[in-house]
């Protein structure tokens, strides 16, 4: 019998030590140039209610980032690993972690999000949902050209849809077909080795096809895949050349001159439509973004100025008006502009005015020929041919860099192979 069973049991208390970790990151220059330098800043904070021991947070450096130095107000950062280990960290205080970078070459145009995230703590975290913070830029394309390819023959640009690829024409094999070349540059690829001559390329909206003119006489409008292959026609008419096909917005019709005209054809085939029937020359034509419009090029004024039509036909619009020639315009992606090349400044420059007429603006002054612009389905750039020297691209400067950004998408994925 126990004779005091009050002390037959004990209770010992523990009280777990918790902190409440939270993480805010900054960067200093959201909107920064390729080649430019930006600041990343980590500000961890304990919360508490009680003092840390040991932290660890993982912040490794995204692609298209190169790290050049760090500080730290406590612990060390390693870049290789993208580890900041810290100790102690009393209830209340807060230490930082700025990393200093380069962004790289090649991002204009892309968002480029980096995160930090405390990976370890010694101490449970009753509020983990702000453990983690992103700071996102977005890469803007610096203003000015890019030489893209350096063949004296390549001409004709024309970008694919997802902006990845410019496709073009070119003797370089020692007749003159269609080949494609990455945006960026580098080694072409050829996609058409028929013995008779493809020029004038158009990139289908879907990516899959290019349209082009067949022939160096009496040229016919043809169709070839873009991954290369056997072409085929799609208007051939032996008394008549057809040049400077034009994909429709929608990929269903396909514009094109015809001995002086403008006409349009179904993609699959069938009878062609004459949208033009003034005496002059109409020439080079290129759909609105919306499929309503077409431009062209004309001389029916006396010298080739821009034109624009319903694309059913009707009453023509005259867009420019000097007394320099002008030659193949090209509607940007918004709608609202139209690039064009024009002699106005002496030789062949690239200028762009607005779709409705106005003042054009010079974009190219090089001293040589520019011609045959082509608008970036981004809106922020313009590839263009210099005569003799080959195909280039024009960025426009930062404030029209941001009009689109370049993501990985389904379209890009279809081209991706090329």
């Known amino acids: 019998i126990d004779e005091n069973p009050a002390n037959d049991s004990d209770t010992a208390d523990i009280t777990v030590q918790s902190a409440d970790l939270a993480i805010v990151k900054t960067v200093d220059d959201p909107t920064p140039t390729e080649g430019g330098t930006i600041v990343y800043t980590i500000v961890l904070t304990n919360n508490g209610p009680d003092a840390t021991t040991g932290v660890t947070v993982s912040d490794l450096l995204p692609t298209g980032i190169t790290f050049v130095s760090s500080t730290v107000t406590q612990g060390t950062y390693v870049d290789v690993l993208g580890f900041w280990t810290l100790t102690g960290i009393a209830a209340g205080a807060s230490d930082t972690l700025t990393i200093t970078c380069t962004v790289d070459a090649g991002t204009g145009g892309t968002s480029i999000d980096n995160t930090a995230a405390v990976t370890v703590s010694d101490q449970p975290d009753p509020v983990p949902g702000n453990d983690s913070d992103t700071a996102g830029i977005f890469v803007l394309i610096p203003a000015g050209e890019t030489q893209v390819t350096t063949v004296g023959t390549d001409a004709r640009p024309t970008w694919s849809p997802g902006g990845l690829y410019i496709g073009f024409d070119s003797n370089r094999s020692g007749n003159r077909d269609i080949w494609t070349v990455s945006a960026s540059g580098g080694v072409a690829t050829q996609i058409t080795t028929d013995p008779d001559v493809d020029q004038d390329p158009d990139w289908s909206p879907d990516s899959?096809?290019?349209?082009?003119?067949?022939?160096?006489?009496?040229?016919?409008?043809?169709?070839?895949?873009?991954?290369?292959?056997?072409?085929?026609?799609?208007?051939?008419?032996?008394?008549?050349?057809?040049?400077?096909?034009?994909?429709?917005?929608?990929?269903?019709?396909?514009?094109?001159?015809?001995?002086?005209?403008?006409?349009?054809?179904?993609?699959?085939?069938?009878?062609?439509?004459?949208?033009?029937?003034?005496?002059?020359?109409?020439?080079?034509?290129?759909?609105?973004?919306?499929?309503?419009?077409?431009?062209?090029?004309?001389?029916?004024?006396?010298?080739?100025?821009?034109?624009?039509?319903?694309?059913?036909?009707?009453?023509?619009?005259?867009?420019?008006?000097?007394?320099?020639?002008?030659?193949a315009p090209d509607w940007s992606p918004d709608g609202t502009q139209i690039a064009f090349q024009s002699s106005r400044s002496g030789n062949n420059d690239i200028w762009v005015i607005p779709a409705t007429g106005g003042v054009a603006t010079q974009i190219t002054?090089?001293?040589?020929?520019?011609?045959?612009?082509?608008?970036?389905?981004?809106?922020?750039r313009i590839a263009f041919a210099r005569i003799g020297v080959g195909i280039f691209v024009y960025s426009f400067p930062s404030a029209g860099a941001d009009l689109a950004v370049v993501k990985i998408s389904a379209q890009d994925l279809v081209e991706a192979p090329l």
């Open 208 to 327: 899959t096809q290019f349209v082009y003119r067949h022939g160096a006489g009496n040229s016919d409008i043809w169709l070839v895949s873009s991954s290369g292959g056997s072409g085929s026609a799609l208007d051939v008419d032996g008394s008549n050349s057809d040049r400077f096909p034009t994909w429709s917005p929608d990929g269903t019709q396909v514009a094109y001159e015809k001995s002086g005209d403008i006409y349009v054809i179904p993609a699959t085939g069938g009878v062609p439509v004459q949208i033009t029937t003034d005496p002059g020359v109409d020439a080079h034509p290129t759909w609105s973004p919306d499929g309503t419009q077409i431009a062209f090029i004309s001389n029916r004024g006396g010298n080739n100025d821009v034109y624009t039509i319903p694309a059913t036909g009707g009453s023509v619009t005259q867009i420019t008006t000097n007394a320099a020639n002008e030659g």
């Open 365 to 380: 002054t090089d001293s040589g020929n520019d011609a045959q612009p082509d608008w970036a389905p981004s809106g922020n």
